[in-house]
């Protein structure tokens, strides 16, 4: 008989010091997210920095395809809720653009200037802000954090309105962190200040999904332990409460490189996510 047990939790969680040439991120995000934007710039396809609140953070870019949007894709970028920004994404807007859909990236207050559930409001917020702007049918993504961002607005207490969450048709969380009870023991929460009531009230796990819900948990097979583990975990448990749910290890991929997909409007992440 082998029983597992986590000795070291900042390890099971520790990305970078576990990809070869893991340094390479996230410059790499920021040559391309720029070069996309500097082609887009001359289109007229793009509006930078809108504003969805009242923090400094509270603004979204917003891409537009030709023609007019099939609908809305709104992307949730993840940094264990503590860095990172809209910035670094913008290239991975391509694939669904090229498929007819308006992509919409916010960035967030960070951790510690607010908790969790804070960025779970502001979250919402985008989402409603970039709704009003674009109709039709809402597909969800988000990455890592993101990830649990993402799939926390389409539980049954998310803090969005009805109307806009009965709009979200498709939603893929990819590396995400579905249980936020282990990030308790990691030397982040210092910031992040997860105590165990909030890991029971914002954890996607724990929660009950929407009805009709269709959730596809995306991971890389070359991933953490933890994050495959958090993969197939909100999966499962969704499946028994009667949503629609895939759970998908992508081969050949890391935390960094799993999102990549979503540049391609042939790879099967897109697809996925504008499917429904």
């Given at each position: 008989?082998?029983y597992?047990?986590?000795?070291?939790w900042?390890?099971a969680?520790?990305n970078?010091?576990?990809?070869p040439?893991?340094d390479?991120?996230?410059?790499?995000?920021?040559?391309?997210a720029?070069?996309?934007r500097?082609?887009?710039?001359?289109?007229?396809?793009?509006?930078?920095?809108?504003?969805?609140?009242?923090?400094?953070?509270?603004?979204?870019?917003?891409f537009?395809?030709e023609g007019?949007?099939?609908?809305?894709?709104?992307f949730?970028?993840?940094?264990?809720?503590v860095r990172?920004?809209?910035?670094?994404?913008?290239?991975?807007?391509?694939?669904s653009?090229?498929?007819g859909?308006?992509?919409?990236?916010?960035?967030?207050?960070?951790?510690?200037d607010?908790?969790?559930?804070?960025?779970?409001?502001e979250v919402a917020?985008?989402?409603?802000?970039t709704?009003?702007?674009?109709?039709?049918?809402?597909?969800?993504a988000?990455?890592s954090?993101?990830?649990?961002?993402a799939s926390?607005?389409?539980?049954t207490?998310?803090?969005?309105s009805?109307?806009v969450?009965?709009?979200?048709?498709?939603?893929?969380?990819?590396?995400g962190?579905?249980?936020?009870?282990?990030?308790?023991?990691?030397?982040?929460?210092?910031d992040?200040k997860?105590?165990?009531?909030?890991?029971?009230?914002e954890?996607?796990?724990?929660?009950?999904p929407?009805?009709?819900?269709?959730?596809?948990?995306?991971?890389g097979?070359?991933e953490?332990?933890e994050f495959i583990?958090?993969?197939a975990l909100?999966?499962?448990?969704?499946?028994?409460l009667?949503?629609?749910?895939?759970?998908?290890?992508?081969?050949?991929?890391h935390h960094?490189?799993?999102i990549?997909?979503l540049?391609?409007?042939?790879?099967?992440?897109?697809?996925?996510?504008?499917?429904?």
């Open positions: 008989m082998i597992r047990r986590v000795e070291d900042d390890d969680y520790a970078g010091p576990n990809i040439g893991g390479r991120w996230p410059g790499l995000w920021v040559e391309q720029k070069a996309f500097d082609k887009l710039s001359a289109t007229g396809r793009m509006k930078l920095d809108l504003s969805y609140g009242d923090r400094p953070r509270n603004r979204f870019d917003l537009l395809p007019e949007p099939k609908g809305l894709v709104v949730v970028h993840g940094g264990y809720w990172f920004d809209k910035s670094l994404w913008s290239h991975l807007a391509q694939g653009l090229a498929r859909h308006a992509v919409a990236m916010p960035s967030y207050t960070l951790c510690p607010i908790r969790i559930s804070g960025i779970v409001t917020a985008a989402i409603e802000a709704a009003r702007m674009i109709g039709g049918p809402i597909r969800l988000g990455h954090a993101g990830g649990h961002l926390r607005m389409i539980t207490s998310a803090p969005i009805r109307d969450q009965r709009r979200i048709v498709s939603t893929v969380s990819i590396s962190l579905h249980d936020l009870r282990p990030l308790m023991n990691i030397a982040a929460n210092a992040l997860i105590d165990r009531e909030e890991a029971m009230a954890s996607p796990a724990l929660l009950e929407m009805a009709g819900a269709r959730l596809a948990c995306w991971v097979a070359g953490r332990a583990r958090q993969n909100l999966a499962n448990i969704w499946t028994g009667c949503a629609w749910t895939s759970a998908i290890e992508e081969p050949d991929r960094f490189n799993v990549d997909g540049a391609d409007p042939d790879h099967a992440l897109t697809r996925t996510l504008l499917t429904g």
